[in-house]
């Protein structure tokens, strides 16, 4: 429980951090919005928004099992094709 703690990231501090695909390294947006099941208590999803390739004011979702990995710096996914929709 206290490990699980210590990795726990307040969704403020998530938005507007790049979106990175490891495929080619092409910024793909920002996050600017964190999806929450309250039931489940997890993320399940992001927002990305301007800043990048797909971007452009999209408001591409990018499904929680997609992310390979997430920091201060950057959230990483394998590629493009992990962005699935809009918002």
Request: without cysteine; hydrophobic residues 40%.
């Amino acid at each position: 429980e206290n490990a699980r703690r210590e990795r726990a990231v307040n969704s403020k501090q998530i938005k507007g951090i790049p979106v990175i695909s490891i495929a080619d390294g092409e910024k793909l947006g920002a996050v600017d919005h964190v999806y929450l099941d309250p039931t489940g208590k997890q993320v399940v999803g992001f927002s990305i928004g301007s800043g990048g390739l797909l971007a452009a004011g999209t408001g591409t979702i990018i499904d929680a099992v997609n992310v390979r990995s997430l920091g201060p710096d950057a959230m990483t996914v394998p590629d493009k094709t992990a962005a699935t929709g809009k918002t």
